[in-house]
């Protein structure tokens, strides 16, 4: 089965660049999470879309902005980068609704020199 | 707000053995999902099972159950005949029936003794 494409898997920039991480979420699933897991930590909410409007917002930084796109992938953006947003960055996905799981991509690794 | 709170750190258990880890949760609302997602050492996170508040049933999938007690607010998952693919960091998390946002608790890792 088709799961959530995160691209890139990987990504190394120095402070105060600009990083863009992709997610292609399952095929009809409609709705995106962006989550932010540190070294040894638990995941932490940073945004989520439903049908291409933000439906919640978490501890997302203002320097971060994100969008959804009219094919349902979504982009996270981070602009002046700090030592300390370096952490795996994961987009899930679910159809919808307050009843369906949200299925896990498989992260994008930041790191921040 | 909603917490969760996971007091084992780390876990082992024998291969074939039986392991419970226990998680405990704070809220004020009736209807809600509890969730165990499974953190291998790849770091995908994968849904184990999940639990509907208003069910009294214990929700099982295979070797995993869960024991819901939601007037103490505890949700225990138990791995049976536990496999060295068992082995990972286990996050329990909460969501609002109508809410976004999954909370997490700290994570217990889970070794598996061969």
């Known amino acids: 089965a088709a799961g959530v494409i995160q691209s890139p898997r990987h990504l190394i920039k120095e402070k105060r660049e600009t990083a863009t991480l992709k997610c292609y979420p399952i095929?009809?699933?409609?709705?995106v999470y962006w989550y932010q897991q540190g070294p040894g930590q638990d995941p932490q909410f940073l945004i989520s879309?439903?049908?291409?409007?933000?439906?919640d917002k978490g501890s997302i930084p203002d320097r971060f902005s994100a969008q959804q796109f009219s094919d349902y992938h979504s982009e996270l953006n981070m602009s002046s980068l700090e030592l300390g947003d370096s952490a795996l960055y994961f987009c899930a996905s679910s159809l919808g609704g307050p009843s369906y799981e949200q299925y896990f991509g498989p992260g994008t690794r930041l790191t921040v020199t | 707000a909603q917490t969760v709170t996971q007091s084992q750190p780390e876990m082992s258990v024998q291969e074939a053995e039986t392991v419970t880890l226990s998680c405990t949760y704070d809220?004020?609302?009736?209807?809600?999902?509890l969730f165990w997602y499974k953190q291998p050492p790849s770091r995908q996170m994968i849904l184990v099972i999940r639990?509907?508040?208003?069910?009294?049933q214990n929700a099982t999938e295979n070797r995993f159950s869960v024991n819901f007690q939601k007037a103490a607010k505890s949700f225990s998952l138990k791995i049976s005949d536990s496999q060295l693919g068992d082995a990972a960091m286990y996050f329990c998390a909460y969501r609002m029936e109508y809410g976004n946002k999954l909370v997490f608790g700290a994570g217990t890792i889970l070794r598996v003794k061969s």
């Open positions: 095929p009809r699933h409609d709705t």
């Open positions: 639990q509907e508040a208003y069910k009294q």
């Open positions: 879309f439903y049908e291409k409007m933000q439906s």
């Open positions: 809220t004020s609302e009736s209807d809600y999902y």
